[in-house]
Protein backbone atom coordinates (compact mmCIF):
# COMPACT_ATOMS: atom_id res chain seq x y z
CA UNK A 1 0.00 0.00 0.00
CA UNK A 2 1.21 3.53 -1.09
CA UNK A 3 2.30 6.15 1.60
CA UNK A 4 -0.64 9.32 1.74
CA UNK A 5 1.02 12.27 2.87
CA UNK A 6 0.48 15.79 3.65
CA UNK A 7 2.66 18.90 4.44
CA UNK A 8 1.73 22.65 6.04
CA UNK A 9 3.87 25.73 6.81
CA UNK A 10 3.95 26.44 10.19
CA UNK A 11 4.35 30.36 10.28
CA UNK A 12 5.80 32.33 13.24
CA UNK A 13 6.85 28.97 14.74
CA UNK A 14 10.38 28.76 15.98
CA UNK A 15 11.99 25.79 14.43
CA UNK A 16 14.05 24.97 17.93
CA UNK A 17 11.24 25.12 20.32
CA UNK A 18 9.56 22.98 17.92
CA UNK A 19 12.63 20.61 17.49
CA UNK A 20 13.09 21.05 21.42
CA UNK A 21 9.45 20.10 21.83
CA UNK A 22 9.53 16.80 19.31
CA UNK A 23 13.09 15.48 20.84
CA UNK A 24 11.13 15.80 24.38
CA UNK A 25 8.16 13.56 22.82
CA UNK A 26 10.62 11.06 21.16
CA UNK A 27 12.12 10.26 25.08
CA UNK A 28 8.88 10.49 26.96
CA UNK A 29 7.42 7.35 24.55
CA UNK A 30 10.94 6.34 23.40
CA UNK A 31 10.20 7.15 19.56
CA UNK A 32 12.98 6.59 17.19
CA UNK A 33 14.93 9.91 15.50
CA UNK A 34 16.42 9.01 11.96
CA UNK A 35 17.18 11.91 10.95
CA UNK A 36 18.51 14.79 13.43
CA UNK A 37 20.45 17.43 12.19
CA UNK A 38 21.02 21.30 10.42
CA UNK A 39 18.52 20.26 7.69
CA UNK A 40 15.75 19.58 9.66
CA UNK A 41 14.39 16.43 12.14
CA UNK A 42 12.26 13.37 11.63
CA UNK A 43 10.07 11.14 14.03
CA UNK A 44 9.22 7.89 13.60
CA UNK A 45 6.07 6.37 15.13
CA UNK A 46 4.05 3.07 14.55
CA UNK A 47 1.89 5.28 12.63
CA UNK A 48 4.10 6.83 10.71
CA UNK A 49 6.82 9.62 10.47
CA UNK A 50 6.64 13.14 11.30
CA UNK A 51 9.52 15.87 9.36
CA UNK A 52 10.15 19.25 10.29
CA UNK A 53 12.25 21.57 8.86
CA UNK A 54 13.34 25.46 9.25
CA UNK A 55 11.72 27.50 6.71
CA UNK A 56 11.85 31.04 6.18
CA UNK A 57 8.53 31.32 7.29
CA UNK A 58 9.50 29.57 10.46
CA UNK A 59 9.26 25.75 10.14
CA UNK A 60 7.93 23.13 8.33
CA UNK A 61 5.89 19.87 8.72
CA UNK A 62 5.30 17.05 6.39
CA UNK A 63 3.67 13.65 7.80
CA UNK A 64 3.51 10.47 5.63
CA UNK A 65 1.79 6.94 6.81
CA UNK A 66 0.56 4.03 5.30
CA UNK A 67 -3.40 5.02 4.99
CA UNK A 68 -5.65 7.52 5.77
CA UNK A 69 -6.23 6.31 8.95
CA UNK A 70 -2.85 7.09 10.53
CA UNK A 71 -2.35 10.13 8.69
CA UNK A 72 -5.15 11.50 11.00
CA UNK A 73 -3.67 9.94 14.09
CA UNK A 74 -0.23 12.05 13.07
CA UNK A 75 -1.91 15.31 12.17
CA UNK A 76 -3.87 15.48 15.87
CA UNK A 77 -0.57 14.65 17.51
CA UNK A 78 1.18 17.62 15.04
CA UNK A 79 -1.76 19.91 15.57
CA UNK A 80 -1.43 18.63 19.65
CA UNK A 81 2.31 19.60 19.82
CA UNK A 82 2.17 22.59 18.07
CA UNK A 83 -1.01 23.78 20.29
CA UNK A 84 1.26 23.56 23.23
CA UNK A 85 4.10 25.74 21.46
CA UNK A 86 1.66 28.44 20.07
CA UNK A 87 -2.00 27.77 20.74
CA UNK A 88 -2.59 30.57 17.97
CA UNK A 89 -0.95 28.90 14.85
CA UNK A 90 -1.99 25.39 15.73
CA UNK A 91 -5.59 27.14 14.91
CA UNK A 92 -4.28 28.11 11.33
CA UNK A 93 -2.47 25.40 10.46
CA UNK A 94 -3.74 24.20 6.91
CA UNK A 95 -2.92 20.79 4.83
CA UNK A 96 -2.27 20.71 1.48
CA UNK A 97 -5.30 17.37 0.90
CA UNK A 98 -8.46 17.30 1.02
CA UNK A 99 -9.03 15.61 4.46
CA UNK A 100 -11.21 18.92 5.95
CA UNK A 101 -13.91 17.49 3.46
CA UNK A 102 -14.68 14.27 5.15
CA UNK A 103 -17.89 14.01 7.66
CA UNK A 104 -15.90 11.98 10.08
CA UNK A 105 -12.25 11.65 10.79
CA UNK A 106 -10.46 8.83 8.42
CA UNK A 107 -9.49 6.77 11.86
CA UNK A 108 -13.38 7.12 12.71
CA UNK A 109 -15.88 4.38 11.61
CA UNK A 110 -19.49 4.33 13.05
CA UNK A 111 -20.44 -0.18 14.17
CA UNK A 112 -23.85 -1.29 15.24
CA UNK A 113 -23.79 -3.50 18.69
CA UNK A 114 -24.94 -6.93 16.92
CA UNK A 115 -25.27 -8.72 20.81
CA UNK A 116 -23.83 -9.07 24.64
CA UNK A 117 -23.51 -11.91 26.10
CA UNK A 118 -21.72 -12.92 29.75
CA UNK A 119 -18.51 -15.05 29.95
CA UNK A 120 -19.03 -16.35 33.53
CA UNK A 121 -15.98 -14.64 34.76
CA UNK A 122 -16.28 -10.83 34.98
CA UNK A 123 -16.18 -10.21 31.71
CA UNK A 124 -18.89 -9.57 29.10
CA UNK A 125 -18.63 -10.06 25.41
CA UNK A 126 -19.43 -7.56 23.14
CA UNK A 127 -20.12 -8.02 19.11
CA UNK A 128 -19.95 -5.05 16.95
CA UNK A 129 -20.56 -5.37 13.12
CA UNK A 130 -19.38 -2.73 10.35
CA UNK A 131 -16.16 -1.99 8.61
CA UNK A 132 -13.04 -4.09 9.88
CA UNK A 133 -10.76 -3.89 7.19
CA UNK A 134 -8.12 -2.15 9.33
CA UNK A 135 -7.68 -4.72 12.02
CA UNK A 136 -4.99 -6.62 11.96
CA UNK A 137 -2.92 -8.18 14.30
CA UNK A 138 -0.38 -5.86 14.17
CA UNK A 139 -2.47 -3.74 15.90
CA UNK A 140 -5.27 -4.99 18.24
CA UNK A 141 -6.09 -2.31 20.42
CA UNK A 142 -9.31 0.50 19.72
CA UNK A 143 -11.37 3.28 20.76
CA UNK A 144 -14.97 2.95 21.64
CA UNK A 145 -16.91 6.21 21.31
CA UNK A 146 -20.25 5.75 23.51
CA UNK A 147 -22.76 9.00 23.26
CA UNK A 148 -23.88 10.14 26.97
CA UNK A 149 -27.19 8.37 28.28
CA UNK A 150 -30.43 10.19 26.75
CA UNK A 151 -28.69 12.70 24.29
CA UNK A 152 -28.79 12.04 20.47
CA UNK A 153 -25.04 11.43 19.80
CA UNK A 154 -22.88 13.82 18.70
CA UNK A 155 -19.69 12.85 16.25
CA UNK A 156 -16.77 13.77 15.99
CA UNK A 157 -15.78 16.30 13.09
CA UNK A 158 -12.10 17.34 11.31
CA UNK A 159 -11.26 21.33 12.13
CA UNK A 160 -9.86 23.36 9.54
CA UNK A 161 -6.68 23.04 10.88
CA UNK A 162 -7.20 18.87 10.08
CA UNK A 163 -7.84 17.83 13.63
CA UNK A 164 -10.30 16.35 15.31
CA UNK A 165 -12.57 18.03 16.95
CA UNK A 166 -14.36 16.18 19.65
CA UNK A 167 -17.45 17.22 21.10
CA UNK A 168 -17.58 18.62 23.99
CA UNK A 169 -19.59 19.82 27.42
CA UNK A 170 -22.97 17.56 27.75
CA UNK A 171 -22.21 16.08 23.91
CA UNK A 172 -18.87 14.69 25.24
CA UNK A 173 -18.06 11.17 24.56
CA UNK A 174 -16.89 8.33 26.59
CA UNK A 175 -13.70 7.53 24.71
CA UNK A 176 -12.55 4.08 26.59
CA UNK A 177 -9.88 2.10 25.01
CA UNK A 178 -10.31 -1.96 24.39
CA UNK A 179 -8.61 -4.76 22.86
CA UNK A 180 -10.33 -6.37 19.86
CA UNK A 181 -10.51 -9.90 20.66
CA UNK A 182 -12.08 -11.46 17.41
CA UNK A 183 -11.86 -9.84 13.97
CA UNK A 184 -13.86 -11.59 11.45
CA UNK A 185 -13.76 -9.90 7.77
CA UNK A 186 -16.40 -11.82 6.79
CA UNK A 187 -19.11 -11.20 8.93
CA UNK A 188 -17.63 -8.08 9.41
CA UNK A 189 -18.14 -8.44 13.15
CA UNK A 190 -15.54 -7.01 15.84
CA UNK A 191 -16.31 -8.53 19.56
CA UNK A 192 -14.38 -7.25 22.40
CA UNK A 193 -14.23 -8.33 26.30
CA UNK A 194 -15.39 -5.90 28.58
CA UNK A 195 -14.56 -6.37 32.32
CA UNK A 196 -16.74 -6.14 35.28
CA UNK A 197 -15.93 -3.41 37.74
CA UNK A 198 -17.90 -1.11 40.03
CA UNK A 199 -19.00 2.12 38.36
CA UNK A 200 -17.98 1.07 35.21
CA UNK A 201 -19.41 3.21 32.55
CA UNK A 202 -18.56 1.26 29.54
CA UNK A 203 -20.12 -1.63 31.60
CA UNK A 204 -23.66 0.13 32.54
CA UNK A 205 -23.70 1.18 28.71
CA UNK A 206 -23.09 -2.41 27.76
CA UNK A 207 -26.12 -4.27 30.34
CA UNK A 208 -28.63 -1.92 28.70
CA UNK A 209 -27.95 -1.06 25.18
CA UNK A 210 -30.24 -1.92 22.67
CA UNK A 211 -29.08 -3.88 19.24
CA UNK A 212 -28.28 -1.97 16.29
CA UNK A 213 -27.13 1.32 18.22
CA UNK A 214 -24.73 3.20 16.71
CA UNK A 215 -21.18 3.65 18.36
CA UNK A 216 -18.05 5.22 17.01
CA UNK A 217 -15.03 2.75 16.61
CA UNK A 218 -11.55 4.23 15.86
CA UNK A 219 -8.87 2.73 13.94
CA UNK A 220 -6.82 0.05 15.70
CA UNK A 221 -3.09 1.02 17.13
CA UNK A 222 -1.56 1.17 20.24
CA UNK A 223 0.94 -2.23 19.26
CA UNK A 224 -0.09 -4.83 17.79
CA UNK A 225 0.40 -8.75 19.30
CA UNK A 226 3.17 -10.41 17.48
CA UNK A 227 6.04 -11.00 19.88
CA UNK A 228 8.96 -13.20 18.17
CA UNK A 229 11.36 -14.03 21.40
CA UNK A 230 10.62 -15.48 24.46
CA UNK A 231 7.96 -13.66 27.04
CA UNK A 232 7.93 -12.50 30.21
CA UNK A 233 4.54 -11.30 31.15
CA UNK A 234 2.51 -9.93 33.50
CA UNK A 235 -1.21 -8.41 33.66
CA UNK A 236 -4.37 -7.96 35.45
CA UNK A 237 -7.69 -8.76 34.20
CA UNK A 238 -8.18 -5.55 31.73
CA UNK A 239 -5.22 -6.93 30.10
CA UNK A 240 -6.64 -10.92 29.64
CA UNK A 241 -8.25 -10.49 26.38
CA UNK A 242 -4.71 -8.71 24.79
CA UNK A 243 -3.05 -11.73 26.81
CA UNK A 244 -5.23 -14.05 25.00
CA UNK A 245 -4.79 -12.24 21.24
CA UNK A 246 -1.24 -13.37 21.96
CA UNK A 247 -1.36 -16.81 22.50
CA UNK A 248 -3.59 -17.25 19.65
CA UNK A 249 -1.39 -14.87 17.36
CA UNK A 250 2.58 -16.87 18.45
CA UNK A 251 1.40 -20.60 18.31
CA UNK A 252 5.64 -21.26 18.81
CA UNK A 253 6.07 -18.56 21.24
CA UNK A 254 7.63 -19.36 24.60
CA UNK A 255 7.37 -17.90 28.14
CA UNK A 256 5.31 -16.87 30.91
CA UNK A 257 2.34 -14.73 31.80
CA UNK A 258 1.87 -14.00 35.59
CA UNK A 259 -1.94 -12.57 36.21
CA UNK A 260 -3.51 -11.12 38.87
CA UNK A 261 -7.08 -11.82 38.75
CA UNK A 262 -10.11 -11.01 41.23
CA UNK A 263 -13.39 -13.19 42.06
CA UNK A 264 -13.75 -15.45 38.80
CA UNK A 265 -11.49 -13.97 36.66
CA UNK A 266 -9.42 -16.79 36.57
CA UNK A 267 -11.93 -19.03 34.71
CA UNK A 268 -10.78 -16.47 31.61
CA UNK A 269 -11.18 -18.74 28.31
CA UNK A 270 -7.71 -18.65 27.06
CA UNK A 271 -6.93 -20.40 24.28
CA UNK A 272 -4.38 -23.61 25.06
CA UNK A 273 -1.02 -22.95 24.29
CA UNK A 274 1.80 -25.58 25.13
CA UNK A 275 4.84 -23.20 25.31
CA UNK A 276 3.84 -20.72 27.36
CA UNK A 277 3.19 -20.74 31.28
CA UNK A 278 -0.21 -19.04 32.35
CA UNK A 279 0.34 -18.23 36.61
CA UNK A 280 -1.86 -16.67 38.51
CA UNK A 281 -0.66 -14.68 41.41
CA UNK A 282 -2.62 -14.93 45.03
CA UNK A 283 -5.87 -13.40 45.43
CA UNK A 284 -6.24 -9.79 46.30
CA UNK A 285 -1.94 -9.37 45.45
CA UNK A 286 -2.83 -6.50 42.23
CA UNK A 287 -1.01 -3.81 43.66
CA UNK A 288 2.02 -5.84 44.16
CA UNK A 289 1.99 -6.33 40.50
CA UNK A 290 4.45 -3.79 39.57
CA UNK A 291 6.76 -4.84 42.09
CA UNK A 292 6.48 -8.58 41.00
CA UNK A 293 7.55 -7.26 37.36
CA UNK A 294 10.39 -4.76 38.64
CA UNK A 295 11.80 -7.49 40.55
CA UNK A 296 13.04 -9.49 37.55
CA UNK A 297 13.79 -6.52 35.22
CA UNK A 298 17.91 -6.71 34.92
CA UNK A 299 20.62 -4.75 32.77
CA UNK A 300 20.57 -8.27 30.68
CA UNK A 301 16.86 -9.10 31.01
CA UNK A 302 16.93 -12.09 28.53
CA UNK A 303 13.18 -11.73 27.10
CA UNK A 304 10.50 -9.51 25.87
CA UNK A 305 8.94 -8.06 28.79
CA UNK A 306 5.31 -7.54 29.03
CA UNK A 307 2.76 -5.66 31.78
CA UNK A 308 -0.47 -4.09 31.20
CA UNK A 309 -2.09 -2.73 34.67
CA UNK A 310 -2.81 0.62 36.48
CA UNK A 311 -1.28 3.77 35.43
CA UNK A 312 0.79 4.12 38.21
CA UNK A 313 1.88 0.47 38.13
CA UNK A 314 3.20 0.96 34.49
CA UNK A 315 4.58 4.06 34.92
CA UNK A 316 6.92 2.36 37.73
CA UNK A 317 7.94 -0.23 35.48
CA UNK A 318 8.52 1.71 33.03
CA UNK A 319 10.99 3.71 35.05
CA UNK A 320 12.63 0.78 36.00
CA UNK A 321 12.71 -0.73 32.42
CA UNK A 322 13.92 2.48 31.13
CA UNK A 323 17.34 2.43 34.55
CA UNK A 324 17.87 -1.14 33.39
CA UNK A 325 18.77 -0.04 30.22
CA UNK A 326 15.58 -1.76 28.55
CA UNK A 327 14.58 -0.88 24.85
CA UNK A 328 11.18 0.00 23.59
CA UNK A 329 11.81 -2.72 20.67
CA UNK A 330 12.23 -5.27 23.48
CA UNK A 331 9.03 -4.64 25.40
CA UNK A 332 5.16 -3.45 25.83
CA UNK A 333 4.21 -1.85 29.02
CA UNK A 334 0.91 0.29 29.34
CA UNK A 335 -1.36 1.48 31.47
CA UNK A 336 -4.83 -0.18 30.58
CA UNK A 337 -6.78 1.58 33.55
CA UNK A 338 -6.47 4.07 35.99
CA UNK A 339 -7.29 4.66 39.50
CA UNK A 340 -9.76 7.35 40.62
CA UNK A 341 -9.39 7.91 44.00
Given at each position: ?????????L?????T?L???IRT????H???????D?T?????????????T???????A??K???A???Q?LK???VAQI????????QA?RWD????????P?NAR?????S???L???F??????????RF?D???????GLP??G??????T????G??????????????V??AR?V?P?S????????AH??????????T????????????????C??S?T?Q??A?E??F??V????????????S?K?F???????Y?F???????I???S????C?M??T????I??DFPAFL?F??ER?QS???????RQ???????S??????????
Amino acid sequence: MSDTSATTELAGISYTALWQSIRTLAEEHDLPLPYDDETGLTLGTEYGSVRITPSPEGSHAEIKAPHAEYLQVLKDTVVAQIGAVAPQTAQAIRWDDASATRKLPANARLMAVSSVEPLNCDFLRVTLRGDVSRFTDDAIHFRLGLPPTGRSPKWPTIGANGATQWPKGADALHLPVYTARHVDPESSTLCFDLFAHEGGRTMKWAETVPPGSEVLVTSPGGGGCRISTTVQGFADETGFPAVARILETNPDLKGSFKLFAGRNGATYPFPAHNGVRIEYASPGTHCSMAETAKAIITSDFPAFLWFAGERSQSSAVRKAWRQAGGSARNSYISAYWQKTS
